[in-house]
């Protein structure tokens, strides 16, 4: 089976940058797609971005302009570029991935907190 493990999260100001960083180990097969998610307090888990084996991404309306994702495939990692932080984007971020066999799995998280 697959695991995810996120690094990169902290305590950032406002208009300032963080970089997470996810690395997917285990049983891999092909991988279709990986990506990041979020859950802020109060609120459902909801899509930031995504990057398929093919390099084309999808975003949040929310973080257009403002977040990046990006991978290595040989390192089998996702990272998200986030600049131009705003409050709102406090959030516990998860790392995801779909694989064939695999499935569909989830890192544990990592706490993104950015003030005013």
């Known amino acids: 089976q697959v695991q995810l493990v996120e690094s990169g999260g902290g305590l950032v100001q406002a208009g300032g940058s963080l970089r997470l960083s996810c690395t997917a180990s285990?049983?891999?097969?092909?991988?279709?797609?990986m990506g990041w998610y979020r859950r802020a307090p109060g609120k459902q888990r909801e899509l930031v971005g995504t990057i398929t084996s093919g390099g084309i991404t999808n975003y949040a309306d929310s973080v257009k302009g403002r977040f990046t994702v990006s991978r290595d495939n040989a390192k089998n990692m996702v990272y998200l570029q986030m600049n131009s932080l705003k409050p709102e984007d406090t959030a516990v971020y998860y790392c995801?991935?779909?694989?064939?066999?695999?499935?569909?799995?989830w890192g544990q998280g990592t706490q993104v907190t950015v003030t005013s």
């Open positions: 995801n991935l779909a694989a064939v066999y695999t499935g569909v799995a």
């Open positions: 285990g049983s891999i097969f092909s991988i279709n797609s």
